[in-house]
């Protein structure tokens, strides 16, 4: 899957800065016979009236054999309205060729609560998904707890998001095993890093006595993290961040092999580190 951003005009940030709404974009998505050695041409993915779309993880088989496609939708560039933002699934039951159905795996109606870039891993016997939200409450100006929803087996159905316990950003679930299920997440407040935390219940608890730092950032404090801040300037900070968006893997020993991105103000590389269970 592929997040298409129009950037014909240089003139433009991605994120307006007056309205917050983002370039036109696209969903895209190509496919590879042989395992990612090679890849067929890109595909547009039909997810209109939604607007401002972007996909938030990769295409994921569910226990019925309909595949997954979890993204999430905002407002045009020049919308003056503030906005509606949704974490959705759309559902094809026919290898990708067509996704005719969506759910709704979080919103806010009142608008105030934003539960972006959702993350999503499935249970390995009952098929139970679980999906983990970075949180922040527009009102308030700050992010809030990480929060966690379940949804059912076919992905239609979604209990209300609930905190965590913790909070951060970019929060991804990895399941582990039976009810095991492990949690990566970016701590952008002080001290920023990132963390890692295990749960042998789904998610319901954490052994937060046991979370482990796995990257510490030395550059000091981010911007926009040390307090509350205005919600378009908090968009044009993002631009700025120095680490994060952590993405991991289970491997076939046990062990998670979990990639991010981190630098400093002259240059940002991609990294990786191994965590032991």
Not at 64 to 73: F, I, M, Q, T, V
Not at 98 to 123: C, L, M, N, S
Not at 157 to 176: F, K, V
Request: net charge negative.
């Amino acid at each position: 899957m592929f997040a298409w951003v129009d950037r014909s005009d240089p003139t433009l940030s991605f994120v307006n800065p007056e309205t917050a709404g983002v370039l036109p974009m696209r969903v895209l998505l190509a496919e590879s016979p042989d395992g990612g050695e090679t890849w067929g041409p890109f595909r547009n993915v039909d997810v209109r009236p939604e607007v401002g779309c972007a996909v938030t993880g990769p295409v994921f088989a569910l226990a019925d054999g309909a595949l997954a496609l979890p993204y999430e939708s905002w407002k045009e560039y020049h919308d003056p309205s503030p906005g509606n933002h949704v974490a959705w699934v759309r559902l094809s039951f026919d290898g990708g060729e067509t996704w005719p159905e969506k759910a709704i795996v979080a919103t806010d109606p009142d608008g105030r609560v934003f539960y972006w870039d959702q993350r999503i891993a499935r249970h390995p016997d009952s098929g139970q998904l679980v999906a983990m939200f970075w949180t922040h409450d527009r009102e308030l100006g700050i992010d809030i707890e990480n929060h966690i929803a379940w949804g059912s087996a076919n992905g239609r159905e979604w209990t209300i998001p609930s905190p965590t316990g913790s909070r951060g950003q970019h929060c991804q679930p990895i399941s582990l095993g039976g009810d095991r299920l492990a949690a990566l997440y970016v701590h952008r407040h002080d001290p920023p890093s990132l963390r890692a935390v295990v749960s042998d219940d789904f998610g319901r608890t954490w052994r937060r006595d046991e979370e482990i730092v796995f990257h510490e950032s030395g550059v000091g404090t981010e911007p926009g993290a040390a307090g509350t801040r205005q919600f378009e300037d908090f968009w044009q900070d993002m631009m700025a961040w120095r680490f994060g968006h952590p993405r991991g893997v289970l491997l076939s020993d046990g062990d998670l092999f979990v990639t991010f991105y981190a630098g400093d103000e002259t240059a940002t590389s991609m990294r990786w580190v191994r965590i032991e269970q």
